[in-house]
Structure formats: structure tokens, C-alpha cells
């Protein structure tokens, strides 16, 4: 039977054997790390959003690279996901993004901190993560089970130059209009915008557009006049959304409504 | 109690139980924001409410455990505290750094790397107060009369926690690195060093609680603590799956992340063969429960619930989720809560003199405290699982799945009042031992374990 001995040379020499075998690794990975996060993109601009990152303890609510507090969402693909004009709205002021909902603190960045953090999470995202976070893999799945919703296909009108408010606007980040953006929408159901005419008027589009929570309580669609976009966009957004109607537009007179 | 000086232990396992209640306070007002109650979010927003939550943990475990080494290391090396006065200091410095850090994070003085959020200055402070520590019992130690494996282990892990706290006060420009030696600290404290203490204080509770033969506990002591760095330093690398450091830690990781269930489960069968090799059983049945307890516990929470989640395959879709804190919350309970709780159960009646161990306190605090934890580790689970499969699997937004698992943080909320109960029937109980007194040293409750074989270690390995 072990002796009291063996039992301490085994303790200790199992801890020297595996110290050293860990330490080799920790120089081993220190030599790979650099290549594998893009090191030298490091910029003072993403040194500065990563202070800003932990000055005000972001990982205390949400995740990043999967670490974190589990209670607001996984940064490391942000900006992919949502775009940069939406973070930058976002940002701004977190809590009319998600009216009514989980609030995130309110911390009145400038535009350049702003711009700082994107530019580090930006960073992160590009980060060779060993295949983290995953494609959900029932997805398609989900996808292929649901019937697609009538007319949402091949809706969409040729040829309108699509408005920049569009994008500054972060409209683009949930909804999907022309074959462009909509990820972020996506799993909350937000519609495309593409037919938009055929259920709502002109005036209809801007009153929604100026107070969404006063139509509908709880819609997820934040208030953006005054955050996101002025209230003479928002005539620009109504104007040229009921302009897709073809029925409508005339061709000459690009994005004018005929009345 | 043999020593005059070891009482100096009851005011750090009074200061860890305020703590503690402290701590419990702040998962209530996370619990309550997750239920869509968060009016304090103005004042203490999540993420404040979340790192004064894991900090207060750490600082009160550090409390119970600075305050067991002040009362074990006397007994072990036979002879007075090396310099009582210097405990004192240490004691009420800690308090007030910690103190001071709490009060910070309600304002935004932090570094919000998690788990180690203290601000660079209070951990300079914190260094100095655990070298103050660690000179106090090593001093004490090194004059003793004897050395006990015990003893030894006990102060290598403390030493060894304190060392490896150092590389988590390097700053790094990309966040890759610095997570990569965060968990230097976080992992190689938690799953590695502070198993030595653990360890170490189990050991010396299964010697004074089962009368078993100090060669024989201390023997398999070593066993099981190499058994833990043997799995438990590489282990670190299941933090190293998706942080951007290189593939090949997925395969070191989940092999060795796969051992690492050996150590607790080993640490459980020891304490478990211990207690019924005992021939005659130490009349502390609350302290003996704790002990067993805790070496259960920490096999199902630490060993068993951290190897579910622990294989690369499985922590892609798992990482980052509640299911973590499922896992986090048995685990530190059952590993570091319950073997430090078990050490108070232990050592006050030793220190008062008072037989409070078989009463209705006793009793409820242990039973009530462990069916709420288990309630709470379910409730995680049954969120983390749900969150897995519906943002992670099917990829449907955080925030709606967010709103689909509420209901099951009502069902947390009353498992931890449940628990909360328990502590506050532990707490009741520490509070009517009263103080320490002299007369403790010669009372019966000495010669109770003396009677029953437990604890005489003088004469046999002196």
C-alpha cells in the first residue's frame, strides 16, 4: 500500500511535471496569440474603447468572448451583427433603443468614446475565436419549418436609390428594405419594409415613425425622432416608403408621392 | 481551546458572516432585476450589484479562511500565535479595503475585469494585508514545536493563492492576454491552491471529528491534492477554448478538465470512508454534517455540474450562458462556503466552551441552507439549459429569450430565501456561542473530545 512518502512524491512531483508543461504552453500560445487576434490592428483608438470597456465594468451585465454576466447579450460579433450607424445610435441613448425592456445604464458617452468602443469591439469581432460564437445550428432548421409570410418574397421594387437616413437612421439594423439589413430584426419578427405601403398610410408611417410605443405599448420599435433621426427624416422616411407603391410612383419623379 | 491567541478567529468568521449576509443581499437585488424589478437600477445597476456580489465571496471566503489558519496553526504547531496583534490589524485593514471597494463600486471606481474588479491602489493594500497574513502564520509555523502536513499544506496554499494573485494585476492591451492571465488568478485560486486549503482544512476535520489516525488522513491529503494540480493546471486551459489563444486547447483542456471531477471525487470518499472508519463518533454532529457536507457538495457542484458543461463540444453552446452560473453557484458553496462554515461549527464550541451543535439552529441552518442552494442550482439550470437551446441552438434574439426564462428566476428567487433562512438560522446560532472566554481552555468541551479519541494528537506524533 502507498506509503505517506509516496503519497508526498506524487503530490509534488505531479505539481512540477505539470507546472512545467503549463508554462511551456503559456510561451507557446504568447507566440501564437498575436497572429491569432490581429495584434497589430491594435490601434490607440481600440486601446482606448478597451479602457473605456472596463472603466465602466461592461463584462459586470453582458459577454464578451463568452465572458461575462449572462445578463445583457454577447458583445463579440456586435458590430457584424448590428452595424455600426445602429451601435452609434444605440450608444447614444441605450434605453430608447429598447423601450420598456431590460435597461442598460445610461452612460452619456461623447461621440468620439463612442466611436472609441466600436472600434474595440470591431476589434473583437475579427478575433480568430476557434469558431465561437457558433451559427445556431437549428436555425435553418426553424427556417425550413415556417411557412414564409405572403408577399414577402420578391417584393421588392426595382431601382429606388435607397435614402442615407435609412442607415444613419439605424432603420436598417432591425428592418429589412431593398435586400439590405434586417439581422437584428430577424428573431424579433420586425417586418420588411418593402410593402409597407399596402398596410399603412402616409400618415399613418409618420405617426408610428414619431411615437411607436403611444400606438403600440411594448412594440419593440424604439422612439427615434431625437435620438436616431430628426422629424423632417421622418416625413423623408414616410415620403419615400409609400412612394415604393408602383401603383403610386410615376416614373420620372423619383421618391415625390403623386397625390 | 489550547491557545489563548486562536480566539482572534472568532472575529474574522463574525466579519465573513456579515459578509456573507451582505453578499446574499446583493443576489437578491440581481435576482430582482432579472424579474424585470429593477428599481434600483439607478443606483445600483447590475454590474455593480454583480461585482460587489462575486467580490463580497471572495473577501468573505478569504475572511473564513485567514480566520481558520489563525485557529488551526496554533493547535498544529503547538505553540501561541507568532504575533497576535498583527492578526488584528490585518483583520480590521481587510475590513476596511473591503469596505472601501464596495463603496467604489456603487460610484465606478473599478477595473471591471470580472472577479478581480478591485482598483489598482486597494490592490497594493490587499497585497501588503496577506503578506502580513502569511508572515503571521508562517512565523508561528516555523517556531512551532512540530510540523503537521497539515499545517504545511494549509500554508503553501495560502502562500501559493497569494503569489498567483500578482499576474491578475498586469494590465494588457489586448483582451485576449488579458483574459488569458485573469484566469491565472480566477482558475488556478479556485480550481487549484484553494483546494489545498480546503483540503488541508478537511484533513484536520476528519482527524479531530472521526479520531482517525493523523497518518493515515494526511496520507491520502497528499493523494487528493496531487490528484488536484495533476488535473486541475491544465485544466485552465477549458477557459482557453474561445478567447482566441490556439485550437490545441480544446484537446488539453477537455482532457484534463475531464480529471478534474477526480480530485472532489476523491476528496468525497475520503471523507466519507474517514467518518465511517471513526470508531467513535465526535459528539459535534452539526460541525461533522458541514464537513461531509461539503465534501459532497463540492463533487457534485464543482466536479460533476463543471465536467457537464466542461467539453469543448458542449461549452460552445454553453459558454457565456447561465448554465455557468449554475455550476459557479454549488460549486463555491459546497467547496469553499460549506468547509469554511464547517470549521466555524467546529471551532466555537471549542472556543466558548458552549455545546451548541445539537439544537434547532444548528439543525435548520445546515438542512435549509443545502435544499435552498440545491433549489437555486436547479432554477440555473433549468434557465441555462432553456437559454442554450433557444439562443444559442435555435438562434433566437437574447432579449426575447431572456423574457421566455424569467419565470424561472421567480423560482430562484425562492429557493434563495430559502437559503437566506438557513444562513440567518447559522448565523443565530454563531451569535449565541457569544465570545470566546478563558475558561474555554479547560472546559469539558476539550475533554468531550479527548474522551472520544478525536483530537489527541500530542502524544502520538509530537
Redesign the interface.
Known amino acids: 500500500m502507498?506509503?505517506?512518502g509516496q503519497?508526498?512524491a506524487?503530490?509534488l512531483g505531479?505539481?512540477a511535471i505539470?507546472?512545467g508543461?503549463?508554462l511551456v504552453?503559456?510561451v507557446?500560445?504568447?507566440s501564437?496569440?498575436?497572429q491569432?487576434?490581429n495584434?497589430d490592428q491594435?490601434t490607440p483608438q481600440?486601446?482606448a474603447g478597451?479602457r473605456i470597456?472596463?472603466?465602466?465594468?461592461?463584462?459586470?451585465?453582458h459577454?464578451?468572448?463568452?465572458?461575462?454576466?449572462?445578463?445583457?447579450?454577447?458583445l463579440t460579433r456586435v458590430v457584424e451583427r448590428r452595424g455600426v450607424p445602429w451601435l452609434r445610435v444605440f450608444l447614444a441613448n441605450p434605453q430608447a433603443m429598447?423601450p420598456g425592456?431590460?435597461?442598460m445604464?445610461q452612460y452619456d458617452f461623447t461621440p468620439q468614446q463612442i466611436d472609441d468602443v466600436v472600434a474595440?469591439l470591431a476589434w473583437?469581432g475579427k478575433?480568430?475565436?476557434?469558431?465561437?460564437?457558433?451559427?445556431?445550428?437549428?436555425?435553418d432548421a426553424?427556417a425550413a419549418a415556417s411557412v414564409p409570410a405572403p408577399g414577402a418574397a420578391g417584393a421588392t421594387p426595382p431601382g429606388r436609390p435607397l435614402p442615407e437616413v435609412f442607415v444613419t437612421g439605424s432603420c436598417l439594423g432591425c428592418h429589412r428594405l431593398q435586400g439590405q439589413g434586417g439581422a437584428?430584426g430577424a428573431?424579433?419578427g420586425t417586418p420588411a419594409l418593402d410593402d409597407v405601403y399596402r398596410r399603412k398610410s402616409r400618415d399613418e408611417l409618420v405617426g408610428w415613425i414619431q411615437d411607436p410605443q403611444a400606438i403600440k405599448p411594448g412594440t419593440a420599435m424604439p422612439k427615434l425622432v431625437g435620438v436616431a433621426i430628426t422629424a423632417a427624416q421622418v416625413e423623408e422616411i414616410a415620403d419615400y416608403l409609400v412612394g415604393l407603391d408602383p401603383a403610386k410612383a410615376a416614373p420620372g419623379s423619383a421618391g415625390q408621392p403623386r397625390l | 481551546m489550547r491557545f489563548k491567541t486562536q480566539r482572534i478567529a472568532c472575529w474574522f468568521f463574525a466579519a465573513a458572516l456579515l459578509l456573507l449576509m451582505l453578499q446574499i443581499v446583493y443576489g437578491f437585488v440581481m435576482g430582482f432585476a432579472r424579474i424585470g424589478l429593477d428599481v434600483l437600477h439607478d443606483v445600483i445597476p447590475f454590474n455593480a450589484a454583480r461585482a460587489v456580489h462575486t467580490n463580497l465571496l471572495v473577501v468573505w471566503l478569504l475572511l473564513g479562511f485567514m480566520g481558520n489558519a489563525y485557529f488551526i496553526v496554533p493547535e498544529e504547531a503547538d505553540r501561541e500565535l507568532w504575533w497576535p496583534a498583527l492578526a488584528w490589524v490585518q483583520l480590521i485593514s481587510f475590513l476596511v479595503v473591503g469596505v472601501i471597494a464596495v463603496i467604489g463600486y456603487h460610484v465606478g471606481w473599478w477595473e471591471g475585469r470580472k472577479f478581480l474588479e478591485i482598483p489598482r491602489p486597494l490592490d497594493y493594500l490587499v497585497v501588503v494585508n496577506i503578506l502580513a497574513f502569511l508572515a503571521n502564520v508562517g512565523m508561528t509555523i516555523w517556531q512551532g514545536k512540530r510540523y503537521t502536513t497539515t499545517a504545511i499544506v494549509l500554508y503553501f496554499g495560502l502562500l501559493a493563492a497569494a503569489l498567483l494573485y500578482l499576474p491578475g494585476m498586469i494590465t494588457f492591451d489586448n483582451q485576449t492576454v488579458d483574459s488569458f492571465y485573469r484566469w491565472w488568478v480566477v482558475h488556478l485560486w479556485v480550481e487549484g491552491v484553494w483546494e489545498l486549503i480546503m483540503g488541508a482544512l478537511l484533513c484536520y476535520l476528519l482527524i479531530k471529528l472521526t479520531g482517525v489516525d493523523r497518518e493515515v488522513v494526511e496520507k491520502w491529503l497528499y493523494v487528493i491534492v496531487g490528484l488536484t494540480f495533476l488535473s486541475g493546471i491544465l485544466g485552465t486551459g477549458h477557459h482557453y477554448y474561445y478567447i482566441g489563444t490556439p485550437r490545441y486547447w480544446l484537446m488539453i483542456g477537455g482532457i484534463f478538465s475531464a480529471l478534474e471531477p477526480l480530485a472532489f471525487l476523491g476528496m468525497a470518499m475520503y471523507a466519507l470512508a474517514m467518518a465511517r472508519k471513526g470508531g467513535r463518533r465526535h459528539p459535534n454532529t452539526a460541525a461533522l454534517n458541514w464537513t461531509l457536507g461539503s465534501a459532497i457538495m463540492s463533487f457534485v457542484g464543482a466536479g460533476f455540474l463543471g465536467m457537464a458543461h466542461t467539453l469543448p463540444q458542449v461549452n460552445m453552446y454553453t459558454h457565456g450562458t447561465l448554465v455557468t452560473a449554475m455550476h459557479g453557484h454549488m460549486a463555491f458553496w459546497g467547496a469553499y462556503a460549506m468547509i469554511n462554515l464547517a470549521m466555524i461549527a467546529y471551532a466555537m464550541p471549542v472556543l466558548t466552551g458552549r455545546k451548541l451543535w445539537d439544537n434547532v439552529p444548528a439543525t435548520y441552518g445546515f438542512w435549509l441552507s443545502n435544499i435552498g442552494m440545491i433549489a437555486m442550482t436547479g432554477a440555473f439550470a433549468v434557465a441555462g439549459i432553456t437559454q442554450v437551446n433557444l439562443e444559442r441552438r435555435l438562434g433566437l434574439d437574447f432579449l426575447a429569450v431572456q423574457r421566455e426564462i424569467e419565470v424561472h428566476f421567480v423560482g430562484l428567487l425562492l429557493a434563495a430565501s430559502l437559503f437566506l433562512l438557513g444562513i440567518l438560522f447559522f448565523v443565530w446560532n454563531f451569535w449565541s456561542f457569544g465570545l470566546p472566554t478563558d475558561e474555554a481552555a479547560a472546559s469539558d468541551v476539550r475533554r468531550v473530545e479527548e474522551e472520544a479519541g478525536a483530537g489527541v494528537v500530542r502524544p502520538a506524533t509530537a
Not at chain 1, 470597456?53 to 459586470?60: A, H, L, S, T
Open positions: 502507498l506509503s505517506k503519497a508526498r506524487f503530490f505531479g505539481t505539470f507546472t508543461i503549463f504552453l503559456t507557446d500560445s504568447m501564437r496569440v498575436p491569432q487576434t495584434a491594435l481600440v486601446k478597451k470597456w472596463e472603466e465602466k465594468n461592461c463584462m459586470g451585465c459577454t464578451l468572448f463568452g465572458e461575462g454576466a449572462y445578463y445583457a447579450p454577447e429598447f425592456q431590460r435597461r445604464v474595440f473583437c478575433v480568430d475565436l476557434n469558431g465561437f460564437p457558433a451559427k445556431p445550428p437549428l436555425r426553424l437584428a428573431a424579433l
